[in-house]
């Protein structure tokens, strides 16, 4: 079977952000700062370090500013150019150019799995990378790279994985159950389950924190028929249970540090520590 190489990436922004409200009234939750970056740069910026090339957002109509803040604005850039304040923006200038964004809309928020396959028609049948649209990992490898080298090893679907011991915290979040692999920090994925009870949990100590995935196109026919799950809403996860039942799918113990930006408290925590790496607390 021949490897294509990934350049396609699917980011969700379409959710309510109801846990933000009303600051998510009128702006997207994933536009919220990290300092001076709003969450889902961080994202962007993980892409385009991992070698992806083309972004498509799943958006809805209240997420208008994510499309103005990955285009080009001339005007503010030539005023910045005279101002000689252009340093504060040719980051993201750069980027913009590295890269190119599409927009499809989810028209109801039914849920993740549903956004993702709103986006079937632009990516088709290759491999393409996909993350939610508000959790950021600090890492030395970008996490989608270190994802990338293992479907280009093993040709299967990927996800990225955090190993914690403590088996309360590991009911909060989705586990990964499988075996080991003669690889360090891979795996064999057989099942997810989402936020077991204490006894159910995964032996591994494998839990999803932040959505990192690399898919083949055996997820879409299974997005497709999946229902609706808890709330009513149609879960990625439970596709991709679906999927490592049926076909090879991997989880790689990612090396970085992984942040919630999903509400309040864990945005301010978010914060704090890039405010610190750059040095702007003690
Ligand atoms: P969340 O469930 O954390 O986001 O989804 P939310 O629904 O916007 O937040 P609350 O619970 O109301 O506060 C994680 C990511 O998936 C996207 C969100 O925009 C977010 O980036 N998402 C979620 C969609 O694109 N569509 C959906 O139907 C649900």
Known sequence: ???????????????????????????????????????????????AA??????????????????????????????????????????????????????????????NGHALLCAKEFIGDEPFVFSDGDSIIDSQVPVIKQLLDIYYKKNASVIGVQSIDNKTDMTKYGNVYGTKTDEPKIYKVEKFLEKPSIEEVSPLGLIVGGMRYVFTKDIWPLLEKQGRGSGGEIWLADAANQLSQEKPFYACEYEGKYFDTGNKLALLKTAMYFAKKEGLLD
């Open 50 to 111: 991992s070698g992806i090339k083309e972004i498509i957002f799943v958006t809805s109509s209240q997420k208008r500013a994510i499309e103005d803040h990955f285009d080009h604005d001339r005007q503010l850039e030539s005023v910045l150019k005279e101002k000689g304040k252009y340093d504060s923006i040719k980051p993201l200038v750069e980027l913009i150019d590295k890269l190119r964004f599409f927009y499809t809309r989810q028209s109801e928020p039914l849920g």
């Open 1 to 47: 079977m021949t490897k294509q190489i990934v350049t396609k990436g699917v980011i969700t922004v379409a959710g309510l952000g109801t846990r933000f409200l009303p600051v998510t009234k009128a702006m997207p939750k994933e536009m919220l700062p990290v300092l001076d970056k709003p969450v889902v740069q961080y994202i962007v910026e993980e892409m």
